[in-house]
């Protein structure tokens, strides 16, 4: 399973996303977008989500804190408990054995962060 693992800001647009994800790899081959819970019904990520034709999996703030990430946000890891929302997402919703295909990479505007991640998935 191939998973996106997005961050993002209240103000990110879904241009910011797209930029994130293009950076990160593109959305050729994913099999979902991922992001914490409290983000997964955000609008911006939801008209991702349609416009790609990809579920989101949300990520419970208990599993992210227990991610261990490549790259490291005092940001994020003060409000999440993990270096990086986007790579903890990505790696917990890919499932077993996940890695890391790309790590966080982010928005020009810095409001929108993504990263993908291979896994046996759920």
Do not use: N, Y
């Not at 050729?28 to 977008?33: I, M, N, S, T, Y």
Request: hydrophobic letters at 50%.
């Amino acid at each position: 399973m191939k998973v996106a693992g997005l961050g993002f800001r209240k103000e990110a647009t879904i241009e910011a996303l797209r930029e994130a994800l293009v950076a990160a790899g593109g959305a050729r081959g994913l099999d979902a977008l991922a992001t914490a819970t409290d983000k997964a019904e955000a609008a911006v990520i939801v008209a991702l989500a349609h416009e790609l034709g990809l579920t989101i999996t949300s990520v419970s703030a208990e599993v992210l804190a227990r991610v261990e990430t490549a790259t490291h946000s005092t940001r994020v890891e003060t409000m999440f408990g993990t270096g990086s929302l986007a790579e903890a997402a990505a790696l917990a919703a890919a499932g077993r054995r996940a890695r890391l295909v790309s790590a966080r990479s982010v928005s020009r505007d810095k409001t929108a962060t993504a990263a993908i991640a291979e896994g046996e998935g759920a």
